[in-house]
C-alpha cells in the first residue's frame, strides 16, 4: 500500500515536469481560437483574399459573429490604392453581406463622390467582420481577435492611401492613445507587414451625421486625398 503511494507521487512528479506547469498552474485562459499573428496566403490576389474569408468564416466562440446573419468582407476594387477602413457592420450591411450600405454608407458616398471618387474606384472593409450586437462599439479583446485579419486584408489589397474612419479604426492600426479629433488630417507612413501605405484618419460618416458641423474637417480631410493621390500617381 505505501510503496504504491509512493509510485503514484512519483508518477504525478514525473508527469508535472512533462508538461508545462506554468499553464496547468495559470488561471489565464487559453486563447485556442485566437490568431496572433498575421495570416499569410498564397496565391493571386482573389485567391489570397476568398482564403482569408475563408479563415475569418471559420472563426469560433465569437460574441459577434454568433449574432450576425452575415459576414460582410468587403465592397470595392480590389486593385485599388485606396483602402477604407470602418469599424463594423451596422443593421444593413448585415442584411446585405456589404460593408458601407446604410445611412452612414450613403453619406461615405456623397464625400467620395466630392473628390471624384466612387466604389470602383476605392476598397473599403472593416476593423471587424460581424455586426456588433445593438451597433456597439467592438470590444477591445473582439478588435485584437481581427486585428491579424485586418493586416493580413491590407497587405494583400496593398494600398499607397489607408483611410481610417473614426476611432475605432483609428486605434486598432495606429494605437490608443491618439484620439480622432487630434489624429485626424494628418498623414503618416507605417509598415503593415511588408507594405508601408500613406495613413490618414479622418471623421466616421456616423458621427458626421451626429455632429455635422465637423463635416468641415472632413472636407479638408478628403482634400488632403485627393491631393496625395495625385501626388502618388493614383
Ligand atoms: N459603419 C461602419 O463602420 N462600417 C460599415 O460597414 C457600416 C457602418
Redesign the pocket.
Known amino acids: 500500500m505505501k510503496k504504491n503511494l509512493n509510485q503514484n507521487l512519483i508518477g504525478l512528479i514525473e508527469y508535472y515536469s512533462l508538461i508545462n506547469n506554468n499553464l496547468l498552474l495559470s488561471d489565464t485562459p487559453l486563447k485556442r481560437n485566437v490568431e496572433n499573428s498575421t495570416p499569410i496566403f498564397s496565391g493571386t490576389k482573389i485567391q489570397k483574399l476568398e482564403k482569408l474569408k475563408k479563415k475569418i468564416s471559420l472563426i469560433k466562440n465569437c460574441e459577434l459573429k454568433k449574432n450576425a446573419k452575415n459576414l460582410?468582407f468587403a465592397d470595392g476594387n480590389i486593385n485599388s490604392k485606396i483602402m477604407i477602413i470602418?469599424?463594423?457592420?451596422?443593421a444593413q450591411?448585415d442584411i446585405a453581406g456589404t460593408?458601407?450600405v446604410?445611412r452612414?454608407?450613403k453619406l461615405l458616398n456623397k464625400m467620395l463622390g466630392a473628390i471624384k471618387l466612387n466604389r470602383d474606384k476605392v476598397y473599403i472593409s472593416?476593423v471587424v467582420n460581424y455586426r456588433p450586437p445593438s451597433n456597439r462599439r467592438p470590444t477591445d479583446k473582439e478588435i485584437e481577435r481581427y486585428l491579424p485579419y485586418l493586416k493580413s486584408h491590407i497587405e494583400i489589397i496593398n494600398p499607397k492611401i489607408l483611410l481610417l474612419?473614426?476611432s475605432t479604426a483609428l486605434n486598432a492600426i495606429i494605437g490608443n492613445e491618439e484620439v480622432i479629433s487630434r489624429a485626424r488630417g494628418k498623414w503618416n507612413q507605417m509598415e503593415i507587414g511588408k507594405i508601408k501605405p500613406w495613413i490618414i484618419a479622418s471623421f466616421?460618416p456616423?458621427f458626421l451625421m451626429r455632429q455635422p458641423e465637423q463635416k468641415k474637417l472632413a472636407w479638408i480631410d478628403l482634400k488632403m486625398i485627393r491631393d496625395k493621390a495625385k501626388i502618388l500617381n493614383i
Open positions: 460582410v470602418g469599424e463594423g457592420p451596422g450591411e460593408p458601407f446604410g452612414a454608407g472593416n474612419l473614426g466616421h456616423a
